[in-house]
């Protein structure tokens, strides 16, 4: 098993890389955004790599989309992550192996639940997905691209809606108007329309929890991601998700937060390029 690895979790706002040195993880971590480009990218892993005391043997990168075996980024709403491959990374210098992000977060919580059969990863931060873990397989679906919670739609009165565009960060702030600063210093502040949005996110993800719980029957669902910690949001997520929910299937399952959930895709990363796992 490799030793010295890097781990990344290449998010649509952020990128954060993960690395062991001397028994401690050190990381960095720098801004991104959905137009921000593959050198750019590329160049901050490498300016990590260089700052460490040895040249990794491997670099597991967690991506959000859709994911092609360990090699290829098919799709991510990184415009210039589509079509990125493990080379364009590793450039002939070591191992490299992707992953989809809430795939990776999956894998870092699955270790954590071992005599449970099913353990579901959800993560909600710019968007929503979902990792199912069950009977020691990945559920990945035909082309490995299972999970992309925050596609599927829901019928509203304005009609069809992605679970994205009602539940996630980025459709939050945006019906917001504002940065993510301004809009938890209101919710802070008690300021009514920014409460009555963030209650109508919470009350699409609940729903979005009582699809994966029909679905899935986990006995776990961990539950991260920088939008389920807003103020309120998982409150109302799940007491929507537990008044919509059959109750012996809500009773069945347990509700946590990652262990680590600032590095959960990293860490998850860096344990798919360390084990050699396959899906």
Request: proline share 4%; glycine share 12%.
């Amino acid at each position: 098993m490799m030793k010295n690895v890097v781990g990344v979790d290449m998010g649509c706002t952020k990128m954060l890389m993960v690395a062991e040195v001397d028994g401690q993880l050190v990381e960095g971590k720098v801004p991104t955004g959905l137009d921000c480009s593959l050198e750019y990218l590329a160049g901050e892993i490498d300016r990590f790599i260089a700052g460490l005391p040895y040249e990794p043997e491997g670099l597991g990168i967690a991506l959000p989309g859709l994911v092609e075996g360990d090699r290829r980024l098919q799709f991510s709403d990184i415009r210039a992550l589509c079509g990125v491959t493990a080379d364009d990374f590793a450039k002939g210098r070591f191992r490299c192996r992707l992953i989809n992000d809430v795939k990776a977060a999956t894998v870092a919580e699955a270790a954590n639940y071992p005599e449970k059969d099913t353990v579901a990863v959800m993560m909600a931060g710019s968007g929503l997905a979902l990792g199912v873990y069950s009977k020691q397989r990945m559920y990945t679906g035909a082309g490995g691209f299972a999970g992309e919670l925050g596609y599927t739609v829901i019928a509203t009165e304005a009609g069809p809606r992605k679970v994205d565009e009602l539940a996630g960060g980025i459709g939050i702030l945006d019906r917001a108007g504002c940065d993510i600063d301004a809009f938890l210093a209101k919710i802070r502040d008690g300021d009514g329309d920014s409460l009555a949005l963030l209650e109508r996110a919470g009350f699409y993800c609940g729903l979005a929890i009582t699809n994966v719980l029909h679905l899935f029957n986990p006995d776990v669902l961990v539950i991260g991601g920088s939008t389920s910690t807003y103020p309120g949001y998982m409150d109302t997520a799940l007491r929507t998700a537990e008044k919509h929910t059959l109750p012996d299937m809500f009773q069945a399952c347990s509700f946590a937060s990652p262990k680590d959930g600032k590095r959960i895709a990293a860490l998850g990363a860096m344990q798919f390029l360390r084990t050699g796992m396959e899906f």
